[in-house]
C-alpha cells in the first residue's frame, strides 16, 4: 500500500522556534560562487604510445603529441572517460616525424626533423633549422625559435638561422622564454644557461645537480629536482629561500604556471601550490589517469590539462555556489543510489564503469536511508520543493516498510529483496546472525534480521525530524512508529528480539549487558546517551508517563546519567581481563560510534526532561565535539550547533562542504608518502597526521569512518551515495541558517 497517496502533508507554522533562534545568532555564510574543482578523464588505447606534451589553442582545441603522432581527446565527460584518438585533421600532418610541439600566440606551433612549422597564419610559417636529431624547441615574440638536438642551439629569426652554440658539458632537457629580460633559457640536469637575443650571448647563470623540469614566470625561476624544488628571481638567479622538500611528492617531472597558480607534476601526483599555502594534490583516478605525470599546461577557461603516462586528465574549476553543487549529488542519488525507496551505495562497479553498477541490500541501508530522508525533509522546509517532499516520503515508506515487513510489532528489519535472491545461512555467531535472511509472509519478499542499535538511531533519528517538523499523517505515522519501537524495546528487557526469539548482536540497551563493560569503554556511554535520548523523544511525542519512568530509572537507579555524562577522554584501551568482547571493543576509537551520537543528540538535547538535564546534556555534547574538532567534519560541527551554540566551527564547516568531491567512486587514494603532511605518534584514536586532509584527497568520505586514514589500495569497485555524506550537512546547515541561499 502506498500510504502517500494519503497523507495530508502541510508545512509547519514554525520551525523549531527554538533552535532557529539559536542559531540564527550566528551570521549564515553567504551561499556565493566558488571554483569547484572536478576531472574529465581521457585514456590512452595502446600502452606502447609514449606521450610527450599537451597544449590548447584559442579555439579550445586540445591537441597531445605522442610518439603515434597528433592525440585529441575524444569524448570524455565527469565520470564518463574518453580516450585519445589520432587527429586527422590535417592529413599531411600524419606522416611528418613530430619530435616537440607547443603554442605560440595561442596556435599549435611544430617542430619536426626538418622545420618549426605550423598550420596557422595560412600555414606561412616553415622555419628550416637544419639540425639533425632535433627534440625541443622554444618560441619567443617575433616568430623567434630556439631549436635544440639536446646539444647544439640554433637560434632562427625570420624563417633562418640567425644564430648557433652548443653545450659542450651538459644535455639541454627543456628550454623556456624569458620575456623581461629578452632570453632563452636553457635547463640541464646540472645547470641553467642564458642566451641574451640583444648580445647573442650563452652563458652559464646557474648551477647544481639533478634538475629535472622548471618554468619562468612572475619574475621568478621555479626549478623542480628528484627531490623537490626550489625558486630563483629571474633576474639576478638569486636563490629565494631554501630547498622545498615538504611536497606530496618531491620527485618532479614538469612545472607549469597556469592562471598564476604554480603546477607541479611528479611520479606520484599533481599538486598545485596554494597562495595561502599548503598544496591541492590530485592523485589517483579521482583526478588523473595515471599517476607519473609528463606535462601540464593551461585548459581552456580554467581547466588544467595533466597529461600522464596512460592519458589525459582535464582539472575543470567551474564556479558553483554550494546549492549548485548540493544539486549535483542530488542527482546522483536519484540516477543510482535509491533502491525500494533506500538510500543505497553501490559496490560492484567494474574500475569505476559506472555503467556496471548493481543495487543490493548493504548492513547500514537503514541508517544511510534515515540520513537522506532527513536531508531531504530539511530542504522540503526550507525550499517548499515538491520534489524534495516526495523523495522524503518515498525513503519514509521504504523505512516505514521493514516494520510491516517482519510482522512483528515495533521491531524492524535490517533490510528487504525479492524473494530467493539472497541464500538462508540461520547459524548464529556471538549471538548475532552471520546472514538473518528469513521469509516474509509475503511469498514475493524476504527481510533480513539482525536488527542493530545503528540503525535504531536511523529510525529514531529520521522519525524524531518528521514527527517535529511535520504534521497531518505524516507526524502521526512517525510517532506510532516510534511508539511501536521503544514499546518494543521496553517490552523485551531492553532488548531488540529477533525472529528466532533471541536479541540481536547489536540491539541491547540491557543494564545488566551495558554496564558490564567496564566504565572506559565506550558502549556503556553511548548506549546510554542513546536510550536516554530514545526515551525522551518518546516522551515528547507520545505523552505517555512510561517513558519517562523508565527514562529516570535507568538514569538513577542504573547509572545510565553517569555513563552518559562520562567525559569522552576517560574512554580508552582494556585488555581480556574484562572480557573479549570490551577488550575488542576498545581496540580503537569507534567512528560509527561517532555518527550514532551525534545523530541521538537530535533526540538527547532538544528533549530533555529538566533544564538542569538539558544543561548537563550540553555540557557533554560540546566536550564530545571538542573531541572531534580536528575532524573538521561539517556533520558533527552542525550537530554542535543544533544546541545553540555560539562557536561551532562555521568556517571549517564551510570548507568541508567546498572540499568535498563530486566523483564519490572510491579510488585508490595513497598519501602515506607525503612529506608535506606532519605525521603524529600512534594513538587510540587512529589520528595519523596533525592536520587532517581535505575530503578530495583522502580516501574516507562516510561520516562514521576514521577521517585521518591516509590511503586505499581498492580501485574504482564502488561509488558512494552522497545522500548521507554531503546532502545532510548541506541541508542541515540550510535548516539551522547557519549558510544562506545561494547569491549571485
Known amino acids: 500500500m502506498n500510504f502517500r497517496k494519503y497523507f495530508l502533508v502541510f508545512l509547519s507554522a514554525v520551525v523549531w522556534s527554538s533552535m532557529s533562534a539559536q542559531t540564527t545568532a550566528n551570521t549564515a555564510y553567504p551561499d556565493r560562487p566558488f571554483l569547484q574543482d572536478f576531472s574529465v578523464k581521457h585514456y590512452l588505447q595502446d600502452s606502447s604510445v609514449k606521450l610527450q606534451r599537451v597544449f590548447t589553442d584559442k579555439n579550445g582545441k586540445v591537441r597531445i603529441l605522442s610518439s603515434a603522432g597528433i592525440l585529441q581527446p575524444h569524448g570524455g565527460q565527469f565520470q564518463y572517460p574518453g580516450t585519445l584518438r589520432t587527429d586527422r585533421s590535417y592529413l599531411p600532418m600524419v606522416e611528418k616525424k613530430l619530435v616537440d610541439m607547443t603554442v605560440h600566440e595561442k596556435q599549435f606551433v611544430y617542430l619536426d626533423d626538418k622545420a618549426v612549422f605550423s598550420n596557422a597564419w595560412a600555414g606561412n610559417l616553415y622555419a628550416k633549422h637544419e639540425t639533425s636529431n632535433a627534440r625541443l624547441f622554444c618560441a619567443?615574440?617575433?616568430?623567434?625559435?630556439?631549436?635544440?638536438?639536446g646539444k647544439n642551439l640554433k637560434i632562427i629569426q625570420d624563417s633562418r638561422v640567425w644564430d648557433e652554440k652548443m653545450l659542450s658539458d651538459k644535455e639541454a632537457l627543456d628550454i623556456r622564454f624569458d620575456a623581461p629580460n629578452n632570453r632563452f633559457l636553457i635547463l640541464s640536469n646540472q645547470s641553467i644557461e642564458a642566451y641574451s637575443l640583444a648580445t647573442k650571448e650563452l652563458k652559464t647563470v646557474f648551477q647544481?645537480?639533478?634538475?629535472?623540469?622548471?618554468?619562468?614566470?612572475?619574475?621568478?625561476?621555479?626549478?623542480?629536482?628528484?627531490?623537490?624544488?626550489f625558486v630563483l628571481q629571474a633576474d639576478s638567479f638569486k636563490p629565494l629561500g631554501d630547498i622545498q622538500r615538504k611536497l606530496p611528492s618531491t620527485d618532479l617531472t614538469t612545472i607549469a604556471v597556469v592562471q598564476g597558480q604554480v603546477w607541479f607534476g611528479s611520479t606520484l601526483g599533481a599538486f598545485m601550490l596554494r597562495p595561502e599555502g599548503g598544496f591541492n594534490y590530485y592523485f589517483g583516478e579521482r583526478w588523473i589517469p595515471d599517476n607519473r605525470v609528463v606535462h601540464i599546461s593551461a585548459g581552456e577557461?580554467?581547466?588544467?590539462?595533466i597529461l600522464t603516462t596512460k592519458g589525459l586528465g582535464e582539472i575543470h574549476f567551474q564556479p558553483m555556489t554550494l546549492y549548485d553543487k548540493a544539486l549535483v549529488y542530488e542527482k546522483q542519488v536519484r540516477q543510482r543510489h535509491i533502491r525500494y525507496g533506500f538510500n543505497c551505495d553501490v559496490s560492484t562497479l567494474k574500475h569505476g564503469d559506472l555503467s556496471t553498477f548493481e543495487m543490493g541490500q548493504r548492513d547500514s541501508d537503514n541508517l544511510w536511508t534515515s540520513m537522506y530522508l532527513v536531508s531531504q525533509l530539511f530542504r522540503y522546509k526550507v525550499t517548499g520543493d515538491k520534489e524534495a517532499l516526495?523523495?522524503?516520503?518515498e525513503s519514509f515508506e521504504a523505512m516505514h516498510r521493514l516494520f510491516s515487513i517482519t510482522g512483528v510489532k515495533g521491531y524492524f528489519a535490517r533490510g528487504f529483496e525479492r524473494r530467493g535472491f539472497f541464500k538462508f545461512k540461520p547459524e548464529r555467531w556471538d549471538g548475532g546472525m552471520t546472514n538473518g535472511w528469513v521469509k516474509s509472509s509475503n511469498d514475493e519478499w524476504d527481510w533480513r534480521g539482525t536488527t542493530s542499535s545503528d540503525q535504531t538511531v536511523g529510525q529514531m533519528f529520521a522519525l524524531?525530524?518528521?514527527a517535529q517538523t511535520m504534521e497531518g499523517e505524516v507526524k502521526q505515522k512517525a510517532v506510532t512508529m516510534m511508539d511501536q519501537l521503544m514499546t518494543n524495546i521496553i517490552e523485551n528487557d531492553w532488548y531488540l528480539i529477533d525472529f528466532d526469539g533471541k536479541p540481536t548482536l547489536w540491539g541491547k540497551w540491557n543494564p545488566e549487558y551495558v554496564n558490564g563493560f567496564p566504565k572506559n569503554v565506550g558502549d556503556r556511554k553511548l548506549y546510554a546517551s542513546n536510550i536516554i535520548g530514545f526515551l525522551q523523544t518518546a516522551y515528547h511525542f507520545t505523552k505517555k508517563e512510561i517513558y519517562k519512568q523508565k527514562a529516570y530509572e535507568l538514569m538513577n537507579k542504573h547509572g545510565y546519567l553517569e555513563n552518559l555524562l562520562r567525559p569522552m577522554k576517560e574512554l580508552g584501551q582494556v585488555t581480556e581481563a574484562h572480557g573479549k568482547l570490551a577488550a575488542e571493543l576498545s581496540e580503537e576509537w569507534n567512528h560509527s560510534d561517532d555518527e550514532m551520537y551525534f545523530l541521538a543528540y537530535w533526540c538527547l538535547y532538544p528533549y530533555a526532561f529538566t533544564p538542569e538535564l538539558k544543561k548537563q546534556y550540553a555540557a557533554a555534547?560540546?566536550?564530545?565535539?571538542n573531541l572531534e574538532r580536528p575532524e573538521k567534519n561539517g556533520l558533527w560541527n552542525l550537530c554542535y550547533a543544533m544546541t545553540g551554540a555560539k562557536e561551532f566551527d562555521k568556517a571549517e564547516t564551510i570548507w568541508?562542504?567546498?572540499?568535498?568531491?563530486?566523483d564519490m567512486i572510491e579510488w585508490q587514494v595513497i598519501n602515506s608518502h607525503r612529506k608535506d603532511i606532519e605525521p603524529i605518534p600512534a594513538n587510540f584514536r587512529g589520528q595519523t597526521i596533525k592536520q587532517v586532509l581535505p575530503p578530495d584527497e583522502r580516501p574516507e568520505l562516510k561520516h562514521n569512518r576514521n577521517l585521518f586514514k591516509l590511503d586505499r589500495s581498492t580501485n574504482g569497485q564502488s561509488e558512494l551515495s552522497a545522500g548521507d555524506s554531503f546532502l545532510l550537512p548541506y541541508w542541515m546547515g540550510r535548516y539551522l541558517k547557519v549558510i544562506s541561499a545561494p547569491t549571485r
Do not use: M, Q
Open 464 to 466: 524524531t525530524l518528521l
Open 656 to 662: 568541508f562542504l567546498k572540499e568535498f568531491p563530486l
Open 208 to 229: 647544481g645537480k639533478d634538475f629535472t623540469c622548471f618554468e619562468v614566470a612572475n619574475s621568478k625561476i621555479y626549478v623542480g629536482t628528484h627531490n623537490g624544488y
Open 301 to 305: 577557461n580554467k581547466n588544467v590539462n
Open 140 to 149: 619567443a615574440p617575433n616568430f623567434t625559435f630556439l631549436v635544440s638536438d
Open 621 to 625: 555534547i560540546k566536550e564530545h565535539w
Open 390 to 393: 516526495d523523495n522524503c516520503l
